[in-house]
């Protein structure tokens, strides 16, 4: 899950060397804690929120797979 969100992330922003992607796992349920450089925040996030969704919408779909829970946090 952490290799998905780092490829999407850095096919959005204009600086994917500065793409941090974190994992925090427990047994059912994965924290994925996403970082991006200074002004790129609104490219993950996209108009209105829709393109940080579309990224959870897949996330989620992974991990049904997988039978687990993924939670996407991005931090500043």
């Known amino acids: 899950m952490k290799d998905l969100v780092?490829?999407?992330?850095?096919?959005?922003?204009d600086r994917?060397?500065?793409v941090e992607v974190q994992e925090?796992?427990?047994?059912?349920?994965?924290?994925l804690e996403l970082r991006v450089?200074?002004?790129e925040l609104g490219k993950i996030i996209g108009k209105h929120g829709?393109?940080?969704?579309?990224?959870?919408?897949?996330?989620?779909g992974a991990?049904?797979?997988?039978?687990?829970r993924v939670v996407l946090d991005i931090l500043e």
């Not at 999407?8 to 922003?13: Q, S």
């Not at 829709?50 to 989620?60: C, G, P, V, W």
């Not at 991990?63 to 687990?68: F, H, N, R, V």
Request: aromatic share 2%; with cysteine.
């Open 63 to 68: 991990a049904a797979k997988e039978g687990k």
């Open 16 to 18: 994917p060397e500065e």
């Open 24 to 31: 925090v796992a427990g047994t059912t349920t994965s924290v």
């Open 50 to 60: 829709h393109t940080i969704q579309a990224i959870r919408t897949i996330l989620s």
């Open 37 to 39: 450089g200074d002004g």
């Open 6 to 13: 780092e490829y999407i992330a850095k096919c959005l922003v």
